[in-house]
Nanobody, 115 residues
């Protein structure tokens, strides 16, 4: 059973930066595309960024140019560097693998961006 633990969220002013971390137990990343999802109040969870085990990345249009996803496969860690944050980035952020069979969701980490 893979466990995902997200951390690094907080309260930041618009224009600021945060770095999120996701720690996974076991060989969660092997052969999987990992992603950072976010869910704002009253909205559906959406995929913000993803990374393959080979390091290829993809971003939602809303975060492209501001967020950077990276991973350390040896340590089973995925990161999300968030720069130039906007109030609309406020959400709970989760990491998980993409596809029809995600791992059990972690508790997420709250990111709040004040204007």
């Amino acid at each position: 059973q893979v466990q995902l633990v997200e951390s690094g969220g907080g309260l930041v002013q618009a224009g600021g930066s945060l770095r999120l971390s996701c720690a996974a137990s076991g060989s969660a990343f092997s052969g999987n595309v990992m992603g950072w999802y976010r869910q704002a109040p009253g909205k559906q969870r959406e995929l913000a960024a993803s990374i393959t085990s080979g390091g290829s990345t993809n971003y939602a249009d809303s975060v492209k140019g501001r967020f950077t996803i990276s991973s350390n496969n040896a340590k089973n860690m995925v990161y999300l560097q968030m720069d130039s944050l906007k109030p609309e980035d406020t959400a709970v952020y989760y990491c998980n693998r993409l596809g029809a069979f995600p791992f059990r969701w972690g508790q997420g980490t709250q990111v709040t961006v004040s204007s």
